[in-house]
C-alpha cells in the first residue's frame, strides 16, 4: 500500500489466530487476576483504531494491595529461597517465553503497532534471551564484583513504557527477580496487553503468588507506584520529563532509583565510512520502531564533503521503506503508537518547517485509518533548531553537517541527553577516539541500535542514571 | 470371547515381561559406536550381579575421540555463549526428565540408598544449570579493560583452550562425570572424557542425553573403559590442549606420570584433589584453567 513503483508486495499478513483476547483484564496481584477497584480504560490497536480491550485502571488502593502481596512474597518466600532456586522459575519464564513467543509477537504488534517482523525477531527473543541471561546471575550474585555481600533491596517498584512493551518489562522483572526482589510493574497506559499475557506466563511458570505484580493503568497509577512508602527500589524508563519528577518525588527517601529517560542521539558519518552500510545504519537508527527508540540516530551529522551523496542515498533508500499494517510481514514503519504521539511528532515537525529547515518525504500513501506517519528528514538543520534539540519519538531524522573531528564532537556532545551515539568511519583509531569523547552511555561503531542482554544500556546527563543489562544491571536491584 | 479364553488371555497379560537390554557403547563424534577393538569388559553391582557389558576402549579409540574433539572445537568455540548456554540448559531439561533412571542406574552401580542417587541426579541437573548461566559471563567475570598508560584501547577477554581430555572420578558416578564436563565445555572448548569402570552405565546415558540436547557431535566425547589403560595415551597425545587428572589418585604415580607426559606440548593440568568433595560449591576452579587470556591492543587517535 505504501509505495508504487518498481517494487510490488502481495500482502502477506500474519494470522492473529494464534492471539486470544480478552473482552477485559484485571489486575495481575499475589498470583491471580483481580478486579480493579477503580474503572477502567481501552486499549487500542494503533493501526486500525479498533478497540482491542478494556483494561482495569490501578489506584491507590490497588497499589497498596500490590505492594503487600509483593512484601509478603518477598519476606515469606523470595527472599529466603537461594539463588539457584530462583534461578530455576526465571529460566522457566525464558522458555514459556520462547514457547509461546509468536503470540507475543502478534499480541505486541497489535497492541503497539510496531511491525511484525521487529516484534518477531527483535522483541520477543530479546526478551527471552533477557531472562535466561539474568536467571544465570541468580546464583552467581557474589561473583559480580560489586560488593562482597550482595543483598536484594526488597519491592521493586517498576514503570514502564509503550515502545517495547515486553523488552521493557524483561529488561525490569528479571534482573529484579534474579537479585532477589519481588515487584510491582506498571506497563504503559496504551499497550498492557503482553504485560498481562506475561502475567499469564508467571502463572505457567508457577512462580511463587506476589513475587510479580502487574497493575494496568495511566500516569495516577504509576505515580502511586513510584510514591508508595512500601517500595524500596523505583525503576522507570520513560520521558526525561517525567523521570525529574520522579527524582523529586523519591527525594529524601531511602528508595534506590534507575532512570533511563529520553535521547537525541548523534549518528556521525565520516567521510572514510563505508555509506552504503552507513546509508542502512541511518535507516536503521532512526526508522526502527518507527522511531519510537529512546536511543534513536535522530541527529545524523555527515562529513560535509560527503553530506550530499549521503543524502541522496539516504532519500533512494527512504523510497523503498514500506509504511503500513503492522501485521503484514513486509512492513517496514508500522503505526505510530497512539493519537497523542502522533500530535506530537506534527507539531515538531511543522516547527521544524516554520524554524527553516527542509522537510522530504518520499511518496507515501498512508492507510486511511490508524495513526501513521511517513519517515521524514529535515535538511539544512541548525543545532538551535528544536528538532535538533527535542527528542520527538517518531520517524524524523534532522541532518547536520561538520567538518573536522572536533566539530563533530563538539555537535555531538551539544544536547542536554547523553544516551547513545553512532560513528561511522573505517579507521579504527577514530572510532576509538570519538568513543572516548562522546558524553553518551552507549556508542555503536559502524552498526546502530543493537541490544545484547549482556551489555549495560543507560544515559548520561538527563538521559538518566544507572545502567540496565549486563553485570552491571545487577547494581540497581542489590544492595550493596 | 469364552471365561476360558479370558482367563488365558488375563493370566499371559500378568506373566513377566522379558526385558529388551541397551547395548552400551561409546560416545564419539555424535554417534555410538562399539569400541574399535571389540573388546567389552562387564559391569557388575557392589554385590556381584552383572549389570552390563560395557565397550572397553582402546588407544585407537582416544585417538578418534580426539580428532572428533578437534573437529568439533572451533564451531563449538564459534557459537554465541547465549548458544551454548542454551545447549548445557537443554541438557539439564534432559536429565531432568530422566531423573528415575539415571537414580536407578546410580543405585545399581553404587550401591546405596535411593534418596542419596536422587540427590545425586539432583545435584547434577543443577550443576549442568550453574554452567549454562556462565557461558555469557565469563568474559565480564574474567576480562577487563585495562588502562594502559598511553592512548590505546586494551581489552582482556577469556577464549577457549581447545581440546580437554578428562578422567571422571569413579564416584559419584553422574554428578563426577558433570562436574568435570560441564566446566570444560561450557567456555567452548571439546572434550574427551574417559568414564571409568562401572560409570561407564550413568556415562553413556549421559551421551544420550546429550545427543538429545543440540550438542553438536564431538563437542563431547565419551570413553568408557580403563583410566590406567587410556589416560596415558590422552596425557601424550600432542592435540589435546588440557587434561583434568578428577579420576587420578592424588600424589600417585600414576598422576605424576602423566603430568610429565603432558609437559611434552605443555597441556594445561588440573592435579586430582584429595577427598574432594563433589558436592561442595565448584566455583570457576575448573573453568578457568581451560581458559587463555587474550589481550587486544587498539591505537586511540583521529
Known sequence: MANSGIFEYAPAPESRSVVDLKASYGLFVDGEFTEGSAGSFKTVNPATEEVLAEVAMGDDADVDRAVAAARRAYDQVWSRLPGRERAKYIFRIARIIQERARELAVLESLDNGKPIRESRDVDIPLAAAHFFYYAGWADKLPYANLGPDPKPLGVAGQVIPWNFPLLMLAWKVAPALACGNTVVLKPAETTPLTALLFAEICQQADLPPGVVNIVTGAGATGAAVVGHPGVDKVAFTGSTEVGRLIAKQVAGTAKKVTLELGGKAANLVFEDAPLEQAVEGIVDGIFFNQGHVCCAGSRLLVQESVAEEVVDRLRERMKTLRVGDPLDKNTDIGAINSAEQLAKIRTLSEAGEAEGATRWSPPCELPERGFFFAPTIFTGVSQAHRIAREEIFGPVLSVLTFRTPAEAVEKANNTAYGLSAGVWTDKGSRILWLAQRMRAGVVWANTFNRFDPTSPFGGYKESGYGREGGRHGLEAYLDV | ?302
Open chain 2, 1 to 302: 470371547m469364552s471365561k476360558t479364553a479370558a482367563k488365558n488371555a488375563a493370566a499371559a497379560a500378568e506373566a513377566p515381561r522379558s526385558s529388551v537390554r541397551k547395548t552400551y557403547k561409546l560416545y564419539i563424534g555424535g554417534a555410538f559406536p562399539r569400541s574399535e577393538s571389540g573388546r567389552s569388559y562387564t559391569v557388575t553391582a557392589p554385590g556381584g550381579e552383572f549389570i552390563a557389558n560395557a565397550a572397553q576402549a582402546s588407544r585407537k579409540d582416544a585417538r578418534d575421540a580426539v580428532r572428533a574433539a578437534r573437529s568439533a572445537q572451533a564451531g563449538w568455540a564459534k557459537a554465541t555463549a547465549y548458544n551454548r548456554g542454551q545447549v548445557l540448559y537443554r541438557i539439564a531439561e534432559m536429565l531432568e526428565e530422566r531423573r528415575d533412571q539415571f537414580a536407578q542406574q546410580i543405585v545399581s552401580v553404587e550401591g546405596g540408598a535411593s534418596a542419596a542417587a536422587y540427590a545425586q541426579v539432583d545435584a547434577a541437573v543443577d550443576r549442568w544449570v550453574w554452567y549454562a548461566g556462565w557461558s555469557d559471563k565469563l568474559s565480564q567475570v574474567l576480562g577487563s579493560a585495562n588502562s594502559v598508560a598511553g592512548p590505546y584501547w586494551n581489552i582482556s577477554s577469556p577464549e577457549p583452550t581447545g581440546v580437554v581430555a578428562v578422567l571422571a572420578p569413579a564416584t559419584p558416578t553422574l554428578l563426577g562425570l558433570t562436574s568435570v564436563i560441564a566446566p570444560a565445555i561450557v567456555g567452548g572448548n571439546a572434550v574427551v572424557a574417559v568414564a571409568p569402570d562401572a560409570c561407564a552405565v550413568p556415562a553413556v546415558t549421559l551421551g544420550e542425553v546429550m545427543a538429545t540436547s543440540d550438542l553438536p557431535g564431538g563437542v563431547v566425547n565419551l570413553l568408557t573403559g580403563s583410566t590406567a589403560e587410556l589416560a596415558p595415551w590422552l596425557a601424550a597425545h600432542l592435540d589435546v590442549n588440557a587434561l583434568d587428572l578428577a579420576g587420578v589418585e592424588a600424589g600417585s604415580e600414576l598422576a605424576r606420570e602423566l603430568e610429565v607426559a603432558a609437559a611434552e606440548n605443555l597441556k594445561r593440568v588440573v592435579r586430582p584433589g584429595r577427598d574432594h568433595d563433589w558436592n561442595a560449591d565448584p566455583g570457576l576452579a575448573r573453568v578457568k584453567p581451560f581458559l587463555e587470556t587474550k589481550t587486544v591492543w587498539h591505537p586511540v587517535g583521529i
